[in-house]
């Protein structure tokens, strides 16, 4: 099993971005997903998840600016992140549980760095 993402970058403060992460070997219908994102100094945060009856939350921090969602037929998730601020400035990393068994995946995290 293997999530590999991609669509981080340098953006302006207001721009946009997405993240996706695509999963190898599994099926997503079986997890629930997660991104969290953690910058140097500070502990790990959870960005957004998704449970598997399609329930999603939010950091107050990034309400009404992400979006959590996912293709279970391509096997990738996906984080729409609009109006980026600087402080969203971090590596982001996507994250499954089997939602039946508890294995845990992670991918090797992709960097976003938001300029003002």
């Known amino acids: 099993v293997q999530l590999v993402e991609s669509g981080g970058g340098l953006v302006l403060a ?3 971005l ?3 992460c695509v999963g ?3 099926n997503f219908n079986l997890y629930s997903i997660a991104w ?3 910058t140097p100094g500070k502990e790990r945060e ?3 998840s998704l449970s598997r009856s399609g329930s999603a939350v939010y950091a107050n921090s990034v309400k009404g600016r992400f979006t959590i969602s996912k293709d279970s037929a391509k096997n990738t998730m996906y984080l729409q992140m609009e109006s980026l601020k600087p402080e969203d400035t971090a590596d982001y990393y996507c994250n499954a549980v089997h939602a039946d068994y508890g294995f845990e995946h992670w991918g090797q995290g992709t960097q976003v760095t938001v300029h003002s």
């Open 14 to 16: 207001g721009g946009s």
């Open 18 to 20: 997405r993240l996706s």
């Open 24 to 26: 190898s070997q599994m």
């Open 36 to 38: 969290y994102r953690r």
């Open 46 to 48: 959870l960005v957004a």
